[in-house]
């Protein structure tokens, strides 16, 4: 399956295909110079993928740069190695530095991208279900810095995205599950049908079933793609609805201390409840539709509470991680609620105390 991210001269296909990587070379032959590639990965899917990747690559040599794995990669540290042997290895600025890894790798080889001789190509080769159904597709790049994730960055889009949804046979199926959280989320947005599909479909996704998983990033993608096409820079809106769930999972993110004891995924999951039972109390959506959501996150083995996201604390403390959001205008924050399952909009009254008061009944 292709679907294209329109962008004018920017714009980019995004192939979805088993198997994709063992024939690599086919939609990679005409973007390697000299018949080389640098292809930047961490330890893990080195281990797991990187053989595979390269016998797909054909005569085509890899210089492969491999990074630790882990969030902690995602700094100004290892973007300067990373950018210091790019330079070294003589990357010019039409050549297409591969990522191959999850939402990790790709965040921090585009923006290394975005400013290496002032911007040159990449190809996300997205290895985790987040990195496949989000993180690959849509230009966001960023490393995290002391005063918070992600707000060093910049747009740049890749020339091109593989998918090959059998590279999550190796994923550890906590992963999985963290990365179906953001599914689920295309669903809660605008699409009730999808999220019924999830319901009839999650387990079977969760399991491992082939169908389901292509069924689920293809559908993903092309919403994702739609939505970028449209708000490519998150100016008019429509680009911040993909962030559902987001603003309270970064506090759960913060107050975990950004670690394993809770994934981004994870994070959005009890952030998508939260919002929901959120609006349900201030009557803007009906309980029964939070009910249900927060019963399929749960049900996916998905964090819905406080305590599943190993993030008790007192409401104030939740709301202050929220103030250093990225999202913040003017002192206030949007919010992104629902009116019921598909139905979610940007609202920018929320009061903060409000917040704050759920959070304790939460707690
Ligand atoms: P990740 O990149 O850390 O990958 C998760 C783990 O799985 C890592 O240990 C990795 O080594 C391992 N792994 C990856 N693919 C594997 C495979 N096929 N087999 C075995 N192991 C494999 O995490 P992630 O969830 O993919 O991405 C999270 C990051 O994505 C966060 O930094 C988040 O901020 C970012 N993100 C960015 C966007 C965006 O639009 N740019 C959107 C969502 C999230
Ligand atoms: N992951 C949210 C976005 O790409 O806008």
């Known amino acids: 399956m292709r679907v294209d991210v329109g962008l004018g001269r920017r714009s980019y296909p995004i192939l979805i295909e088993a198997g994709l990587l063992d024939r690599a070379a086919t939609h990679l032959a005409g973007m390697a110079r ?9 330890e893990n899917v080195a281990a797991a993928q990187l053989p595979r990747f390269a016998a797909g690559l054909g005569d085509i040599v890899i210089e492969p740069i491999i990074l630790p794995p882990g969030e902690a990669t995602k700094s100004w540290s290892v973007l300067e190695q990373l950018s210091d042997r790019l330079l070294d290895l003589g990357v010019e600025r039409s050549d297409h530095i591969v990522a191959l ?5 790709g965040d921090l080889v585009g923006f290394a991208a975005s400013i ?6 990449f190809i996300q080769v997205p290895t985790t279900l987040l990195a496949q159904v989000d993180s690959s597709v849509g230009g966001k790049t960023a490393i995290n810095t ?25 994923l550890p199926h906590r992963e999985v599950a963290a990365g179906y959280a953001e599914v689920v989320k295309y669903g809660l ?20 079933d082939a169908a389901a998983r292509t069924h689920a990033i293809a559908y993903s993608v092309s919403a994702k793609a739609r939505v970028v096409a449209e708000d490519e820079r998150e100016t008019t809106g429509t680009r911040a609805l993909l962030n559902l769930g987001h603003t309270f999972g970064h506090s759960l993110e913060a ?15 009890c952030g998508m409840a939260l919002a929901f039972r959120f609006s349900a109390a201030q009557g803007l959506c009906p309980d029964q539709d939070a009910t249900r959501v927060g019963y399929h996150l749960a049900r996916s083995g998905l964090p819905t509470t406080l305590a599943e996201a190993h993030a008790i604390a007192p409401g104030a403390r939740l709301v202050e991680h929220m103030a250093h959001d990225k999202k913040m205008e003017g002192g206030k924050l949007p919010f992104l609620l629902a009116r019921g399952i598909g139905e979610t909009y940007l609202a920018k009254d929320v009061s ?12």
Not at 255 to 269: C, M, Q
Not at 352 to 363: I, N, S, T, W
């Open 116 to 121: 290496l001789k002032r911007g040159c190509g």
């Open 189 to 208: 947005i605008d699409d009730p049908d999808f999220f019924a599909w999830c319901e009839a479909n999650g387990p079977a996704l969760l399991a491992g």
């Open 101 to 105: 890894g999850g939402g990790v790798i």
């Open 255 to 269: 107050e975990t201390g950004f670690s394993d004891t809770l994934l981004h995924g994870e994070a959005v999951a």
């Open 352 to 363: 903060l105390a409000a917040v704050e008061q759920f959070l304790d009944g939460e707690r």
């Open 34 to 42: 000299r018949k080389r590639l640098v292809v930047v990965t961490d």
């Open 146 to 170: 002391r005063a918070g994730k992600n707000l060093i960055g910049a747009f740049h889009q890749p020339d091109l995205v593989l998918i090959d949804p059998t590279t999550l046979d190796t």
